[in-house]
C-alpha cells in the first residue's frame, strides 16, 4: 500500500467518526429536550421515555443530515423520524378530553401513521431532488 492509498484511508476514517460525533450529538440534543418534556408530564419514568424517544428522533435527523449522497435510507430516515414525532402531535392535539389508555393509543397511531406518510414524502423528494442534481452536474472530462 503507498502512501497516498494509506492516507486516504485515514481520511475516510475520520470522516466517519465526524459523522458518527456529529449523529451523537443530535442524539443526546433531542434526548434532552425528550427528557424534559417526559419529566414534565411523567416523573422519572416519563423523563428515561422521552429521553428515549428524543434521541431516537436525534439519531434519524442526524442520519438525514450527514447523508450527501442520494440514498433509499434517507427516506426510510425520513419516514420514522417524522413518524416518532407524529406520535407526540397525534397525542397532544388528537387525545380525547376524558382519558382512556385505547383512544391514546388510536390517538397516537394516527399521529404516527401521519407523520410515516408526511416523513416518506419527504423523504422521496429529497431524494429525487438528490438526485437530479446529481444528474445535471458536469462530469470532469466532458469538454464545456
Known amino acids: 500500500m503507498d502512501r497516498s492509498q494509506e492516507s ?55 442520519s438525514i443530515f450527514i447523508n450527501k449522497e442520494p440514498t433509499k435510507r434517507v427516506v426510510a430516515y425520513w419516514g420514522l423520524t417524522i413518524a416518532l414525532i407524529g406520535i407526540f402531535f397525534g397525542l397532544v392535539f388528537g387525545a380525547p378530553l376524558e382519558p382512556s389508555v385505547a383512544r391514546e393509543t388510536v390517538a397516537g397511531a394516527i399521529g404516527a401513521a401521519v407523520g410515516a406518510l408526511c416523513g416518506s414524502l419527504t423523504g422521496i423528494i429529497q431524494l429525487l431532488w438528490r438526485l437530479r442534481r446529481k444528474s445535471q452536474t458536469p462530469h470532469s472530462d466532458s469538454v464545456a
Do not use: P
Open 8 to 62: 486516504a484511508g485515514y481520511l475516510a476514517e475520520v470522516f466517519e467518526m465526524v459523522n458518527d460525533q456529529k449523529r451523537l450529538s443530535w442524539s443526546l440534543g433531542v434526548g434532552m429536550g425528550g427528557f424534559l418534556i417526559g419529566g414534565i408530564g411523567g416523573g422519572w419514568v416519563g423523563s428515561a421515555v422521552g429521553f428515549v424517544w428524543g434521541a431516537c428522533i436525534g439519531y434519524g435527523f442526524g
